[in-house]
């Protein structure tokens, strides 16, 4: 089987509010025909469908403080508490004492150790490597993890090439703001296609949506709002292209942030633990409570464990 992780930033199940949440005032017709007509909010987990789970999963474990990306991330990973066994959250970018953590120990690298295919699909500009190599920048966990296990990231050659996706799924983002008016673009729901051709080429694959957290911070509605509606878009395309019946769509977060534009900063919300795919996929799943349960479960159904 092949396993997509879809990795949104900053996303909780928050309150049924549209004052504040732009999960309950984003216009989602795909994803809310799925959750049978309720909008991505606290109120619609746990649901099952004959093609989705939706389940509410902690980032808190047990440690003071509100989760952070850094840990949040490499839990997500490892399957190991971190924050417990270190004492604090911490984030944005993992410090040494995270960052061990994220050499041999993820699932980036028991895949690559068992011999099978992994890529993190997201495609990186040059400015972003160019910030890497002079020290100005530091790799989050996610890159962090997937470098460590000895796969590069992908490039701007690599976008060029139909490789990999552009952050923000359409590649609108790299003719605009990154300078490369030359750039492929897609529509939403073909960039959805392209995520899902793309990650069939891997047995494991990961795609990393920051934007999410960025809106939350910035505490941006409209953003947020058409963030979210895009999304929905490329689900349709992504899920229309997926094989339901083999293959496996992991759409999970590291802390809650969005879906409070009422503060700038994290919240201690419930994150989705939202699934695509056979039943029998999903309901491997049936026991995770909190992040630290998603990894090893990965372990299982790729059969690495």
């Known amino acids: 089987m092949k396993?997509?992780?879809?990795?949104?930033?900053?996303?909780?199940?928050?309150?049924?509010?549209?004052?504040?949440?732009?999960?309950?005032?984003a216009d989602m017709p795909y994803l809310e025909s799925l959750l049978g007509g309720?909008?991505?909010?606290?109120?619609?987990?746990?649901?099952?469908?004959?093609?989705?789970?939706?389940?509410?999963i902690d980032p808190n474990l047990g440690v003071?403080?509100?989760?952070?990306?850094?840990?949040?991330?490499?839990?997500?990973?490892?399957?190991?508490?971190?924050?417990?066994?270190?004492g604090y959250h911490y984030g944005p970018k993992p410090n040494p004492e995270?960052?061990?953590?994220?050499?041999?120990?993820?699932?980036?690298?028991?895949?690559?150790?068992?011999?099978k295919k992994t890529a993190l699909l997201n495609a990186y500009p040059p400015r972003y490597f160019d910030g890497i190599d002079s020290g100005k920048r530091l790799f989050s966990s996610i890159p962090l993890a997937?470098?460590?296990?000895?796969?590069?990231?992908?490039?701007?050659?690599d976008y060029y090439a139909g490789n990999a996706l552009s952050a923000d799924f359409?590649?609108?983002?790299?003719?605009?703001?990154?300078?490369?008016?030359?750039?492929?673009?897609?529509?939403?729901e073909t960039s959805g296609a392209k995520l899902a051709e793309l990650a069939g080429n891997y047995d494991f694959s990961f795609f990393e949506y920051w934007a999410s957290d960025y809106a939350g911070h910035k505490q941006d509605m409209p953003w947020a709002v058409r963030q979210l509606e895009t999304f929905d878009s490329v689900l349709?395309?992504?899920?229309?292209?997926?094989?339901?019946?083999?293959?496996?769509?992991?759409?999970?977060?590291?802390?809650?942030?969005?879906?409070?534009?009422?503060?700038r900063k994290h919240t201690s919300a419930q994150v989705p633990l939202l699934l695509f795919g056979d039943k029998t996929n999903r309901d491997a799943f049936a026991d995770v409570s909190d992040l630290t349960g998603v990894a090893p479960v990965i372990g299982k159904l790729l059969v690495f464990n």
Request: proline share 6%; net charge negative; no cysteine.
């Open 146 to 157: 997937l470098t460590n296990a000895g796969v590069p990231l992908f490039t701007d050659k």
């Open 236 to 263: 349709k395309g992504l899920l229309t292209n997926w094989d339901m019946a083999n293959d496996l769509i992991l759409l999970t977060s590291d802390h809650g942030n969005m879906e409070d534009l009422g503060t």
């Open 38 to 56: 309720k909008k991505f909010t606290e109120s619609a987990a746990p649901f099952e469908s004959d093609i989705l789970t939706l389940k509410a």
């Open 3 to 25: 396993i997509l992780f879809l990795f949104l930033d900053g996303i909780g199940l928050g309150e049924d509010n549209p004052e504040f949440n732009p999960f309950a005032r």
């Open 170 to 188: 359409t590649g609108e983002g790299w003719r605009t703001f990154l300078g490369f008016p030359d750039a492929p673009a897609f529509d939403l």
């Open 98 to 115: 995270v960052a061990q953590y994220l050499d041999g120990k993820t699932v980036f690298s028991r895949v690559v150790q068992a011999g």
């Open 64 to 86: 003071k403080g509100l989760p952070q990306s850094a840990t949040g991330q490499a839990v997500l990973l490892t399957g190991i508490n971190i924050p417990a066994e270190l």
